[in-house]
């Protein structure tokens, strides 16, 4: 299995630009999450889905940020307009199920916005 | 809200030495504790604990978790400079809520 796949894996824009980060699943999984890393926050929980429905979008920092999942091999993370302090690197990964609790990570995309 | 602490923050060590790096937690509903490794890219499952006293292996490391004190614990034996890495502690909390709350992590380094 390829693992979780995430592209790009660099990002650089401009603020007020629009950003679209992808993730491919592992096939199979249930349950995908969107990550976003900074030294100051660590690791936070933004968004996760299970069975492409989105259960809880409570991290999502503002209305800027929205996910979706079309179906059960495609996410995207989109923000719009980005700032400067959206730089981070978001990872996605991926759980088979509830029962199978450890989540699998993809390589991250590393956002920088100037 | 769900709290995970990691110690210490940073961890400088000779290579030969054993290290033990530590978790405690306040979450509501607690189902679940993992340990991650993260090196200079995504965070890779280690463990994933989820009953009390009693002790996951895998090689050197070893990870045990008590539910009653709210902490796990996460040893490396022989430690060895492919060793250096961040070790992130994660918590899953029940009531729906199926994401990892994750500690900041404790950064090791293994010096040669």
């Known amino acids: 299995d390829a693992g979780v796949i995430q592209s790009p894996r660099h990002e650089v824009t401009e603020m007020g630009q629009e950003v679209t980060l992808r993730c491919k699943p592992i096939s199979g999984h249930d349950y995908l999450f969107w990550y976003r890393q900074t030294m100051m926050r660590g690791l936070e929980l933004l968004i996760y889905?299970?069975?492409?429905?989105?259960?809880?979008d409570s991290g999502m920092p503002e209305d800027r940020f929205s996910a979706k999942m079309p179906n059960a091999s495609f996410s995207t993370l989109k923000i719009q307009p980005s700032e400067p302090r959206d730089s981070a690197v978001y990872f996605c990964?991926?759980?088979?199920?509830?029962?199978?609790?450890?989540?699998?990570f993809g390589p991250g995309t590393r956002l920088t916005v100037l | 809200e769900d709290k995970v602490v990691q110690s210490p923050l940073s961890l400088v060590v000779h290579e030969g030495d054993t290290v033990t790096l530590n978790c405690s937690y306040e979450?509501?509903?607690?189902?679940?504790l993992l340990w991650y490794k993260q090196e200079k890219k995504a965070p890779t499952f280690l463990f994933m604990l989820?009953?009390?006293?009693i002790e996951k292996k895998s090689g050197r490391l070893s990870s045990i978790l008590d539910k009653k004190e709210l902490f796990s614990i996460l040893n490396i034996t022989a430690t060895q400079t492919g060793d250096s890495a961040v070790y992130l502690c994660?918590?899953?909390?029940?009531?729906?809520?199926?994401?990892?709350?994750f500690g900041k992590g404790t950064h090791l380094i293994i010096q040669p």
């Open positions: 979450v509501t509903n607690f189902r679940s």
């Open positions: 989820t009953s009390s006293g």
């Open positions: 990964a991926s759980r088979q199920d509830r029962l199978k609790g450890e989540q699998f």
């Open positions: 889905f299970n069975n492409n429905v989105p259960i809880d």
């Open positions: 994660a918590v899953g909390s029940g009531g729906g809520a199926d994401g990892l709350t």
